[in-house]
């Protein structure tokens, strides 16, 4: 299984911007439709942001459209999550992943087991104050 590295979790105020990166361990994510989870404590894992492996396509989580952007650099093989105007409600442990031959709908819409996954990381904590 191939292993991506997040980072750039913190503590932020409401209100604040943080940015997550992505980076893969010894692999490249050029032909990978990336994607960003979240979890808070009690709830179910969602889908955050999804992107195409050409970056043309992406797909929101609604109560983050307007305020989330997700971009990836091929030329250094990083994907990032750029987070403003965050609220409380969007703690939690925010992990990427990366999958070939699917959509970025079906990529955002689903939640396996992170070991069905092609590639995934262990989380970055992201905690925001009110």
């Known amino acids: 299984q191939l292993q991506l590295v997040a980072s750039g979790g913190g503590l932020v105020q409401s209100g604040g911007s943080l940015r997550l990166s992505c980076v893969p361990s010894?692999?490249?994510?050029?032909?990978?439709?990336v994607g960003w989870f979240r979890q808070a404590p009690g709830k179910e894992r969602e889908g955050v942001a999804c992107l195409s492996a050409n970056g043309q396509w992406s797909q929101y989580l609604d109560s983050v459209k307007g305020r989330f952007a997700i971009s990836r650099d091929n030329a250094n093989n990083i994907v990032y999550l750029q987070m403003n105007n965050l609220k409380p409600e969007d703690t939690g442990t925010y992990y990427c992943v990366a999958e070939t031959i699917i959509t970025v709908e079906n990529l955002c819409a689903q939640s396996p087991p992170f070991r069905d996954y092609t590639a995934w990381g262990q989380g970055t904590q992201d905690t925001v104050s009110s």
């Open positions: 010894g692999f490249s994510l050029d032909y990978y439709v």
